[in-house]
């Protein structure tokens, strides 16, 4: 009997969210843009499916965002509220900041100490009063928890509240209008409130198409919970996916995802910077961690794609320039166009002299050098070399490590 309130109780909320898309369509017409849909005949090929990508990194304030937080507060509005209070690392953040300024509410925003400073700098510009407190996106919800309680600020939930969900949802109704023939949508997931609403939105008009959620593997909360049917806590998550680090689901959001989406699956890291650079260099498209998980997810093969149409949300394009250039270099490493070589010289002049010589001679570039004489690890009287340089293939580089070794010189490529 319990089981059976359960799923009345599922129901009405899938229905409750469904209703409230309809009028979130209409209030966010003319406030959040309708983003494109883009087919990419480059990742088409790479993952042996059809890549649409849905490119949420253009919506106002560089995110989805804007769409649940406005729905939100404009029905807020309309009930005489004045001043919200809400918690975030950034993109929900800018969301509500930007939607009660153009509501000519009164918005604070508690923000984790450690928010990188261009996700402060653009809440504030948006008007909001920002508080910095607590080490993680936890301390500063309890934070905001308080003011709500001592203000009478209503308090705006990132994701677990069915206005935020329906205000969201409306990316799966755009997608289908501009194909109506998609097979599968894969969607970053951090609480769940994107994925919800774009579940909802497209099981109602085709239950045949698969949604598939994505998480970093080092924050997976709502995946361990999808897979063990019950919400699951995790203590420390961690990954450079911060827009979907979170340590606790929400339970109306986990009620929707276990009732309509398809499959839950992880990322790693490094699977996710990959598909940050791709979506840069191949398609032009800057998108933060979060937005990339559903291309990485792709291009891994952890959602197979093959023959079939598949949509890619790129939830956001806010990235902190500083992670970008780190994500770029270490991308360029994994693709083979970068490489570390690093060996042992006799410490005698000119030995040096002789490796940049053999680089030269066979075209290819030097971008550092590193020459460590008083390494612990190395013996005295000779010097560890690693250099960087940029390659046009891998075998040029078995060609410059074969030249060496021809010389008396050990180098080995350095692994990542």
Do not use: C
């Amino acid at each position: 009997m319990l089981f059976y309130m359960m799923e009345l109780d599922v129901d009405r909320l899938v229905d409750e969210v469904n209703i409230k898309i309809k009028e979130a369509r209409q209030v966010l017409q003319g406030v959040a843009h309708r983003t494109p849909l883009n087919y990419s005949r480059t990742f088409s090929r790479m993952s042996g499916g059809e890549i649409y990508l849905k490119l949420e990194n253009l919506q106002k304030t560089g995110a989805f965002k804007i769409r649940g937080a406005y729905y939100k507060l404009s029905k807020l509005k309309k009930e005489g509220v004045e001043k919200v209070v809400a918690a975030s690392s950034g993109n929900h953040a800018q969301g509500v900041a930007y939607s009660a300024a153009l509501l000519g509410m009164k918005a604070t925003i508690v923000m984790p100490r450690y928010t990188p400073f261009f996700k402060v700098e653009a809440t504030r510009n948006y008007g909001a009063e920002v508080i910095l407190y607590g080490e993680t996106y936890d301390d500063a919800y309890s934070k905001a928890l308080e003011i709500s309680e001592e203000t009478g600020a209503e308090l705006i939930h990132p994701f677990n509240d069915t206005d935020i969900m329906a205000g969201q949802g409306t990316i799966g109704v755009e997608i289908y209008e501009d194909l109506d023939s998609v097979d599968l949508v894969a969607v970053p997931v951090g609480g769940g409130g994107l994925i919800s609403g774009i579940a909802v939105a497209l099981k109602k008009i085709n239950p045949d198409i698969k949604i598939i959620g994505v998480q970093p593997a080092g924050a997976p909360s709502m995946y361990l919970s999808y897979h063990e049917n019950r919400i699951v806590e995790t203590p420390h998550p961690y990954s450079i996916a911060d827009g979907v680090v979170v340590k606790k689901p929400g339970d109306k959001t986990f009620a929707i995802i276990k009732r309509l989406v398809d499959d839950m699956v992880l990322v790693e890291d490094k699977e996710i910077a990959r598909a940050v650079f791709l979506l840069l260099e191949r398609a032009k498209v800057v998108a933060e961690p979060a937005g990339a998980l559903p291309l990485a997810a792709m291009l891994s093969g952890k959602i197979p794609v093959s023959e079939k149409k598949a949509v890619a949300v790129i939830s956001g394009g806010n990235i902190d320039p500083s992670l970008l250039a780190r994500i770029i270099n270490q991308a360029l490493y994994m693709e083979g166009r970068q490489v570390k070589i690093t060996g042992i010289l006799p410490d005698k002049p000119g030995q040096l002299k002789k490796v940049i010589d053999a680089v030269a001679s066979l075209g290819l570039n030097i971008i550092s050098i590193e020459h460590e004489r008083v390494n612990p690890l190395v013996s005295p009287g000779t010097a560890q070399v690693t250099l960087g340089l940029e390659v046009p293939d891998k075998n040029s580089i078995t060609l410059l490590i074969t030249k060496l070794k021809g010389m008396g010189l050990d180098f080995k490529v350095v692994e990542w």
